[in-house]
């Protein structure tokens, strides 16, 4: 469990530049009504991530939670993100293998954040530069002398 509880909180302080790969949850793993960002290295660290460390962290939180069929719930889809990359199609059979108890609203690359091309991105940019805006339809992708300040936004969000 407390390898568990580090392995999370070091994704969690990641910086996402250099652990480009990532994605935004929500669920019973954080407090309730919190999202987190976490970060890894490669793919496969994230899936590696989501099939070994969370439901470690969802056995210590329900009670009765059973770890291995939760793995299997979720081991097709994030099979199919290692084959398939981490595309919006695959993470919602993530969500719905996952039963609510971990809900995926973003994964990708940290890229995709900065670009203002997705519904996520667009909010998040929107945020960034004029927090509880509401969200256009277009973002201009971030800026170069922007990006330190959103790497402490996303780590901080």
């Known amino acids: 469990m407390e390898e568990a509880l580090r392995k999370g909180e070091e994704a969690r302080l990641q910086d996402p530049r250099e652990a480009p790969f990532g994605f935004l949850a929500r669920g019973d793993f954080v407090q309730e009504g919190a999202e987190v960002f976490m970060w890894f290295e490669s793919l496969n660290d994230l899936v590696t991530h989501l099939q070994d460390v969370e439901p470690v962290l969802l056995t210590s ?47 990708g690359r940290f890229t995709e954040l900065q670009s203002g091309q997705s519904a996520t991105s667009r909010e998040l940019l929107s945020w960034f530069r004029a927090p509880g805006a509401s969200t256009p339809d277009s973002v201009a992708p971030l800026a170069p002398e922007e990006l330190e300040a959103f790497v402490g936004f996303v780590r901080s969000w």
């Open 61 to 107: 939180l329900i009670e009765g939670f059973d770890a291995e069929a939760y793995r299997d719930q979720i081991r097709i889809p994030l099979d199919q993100a290692l084959w398939r990359g981490l595309d919006d199609d695959t993470r919602l059979a993530f969500n719905e293998a996952a039963d609510g108890l971990m809900v995926i609203d973003w994964w």
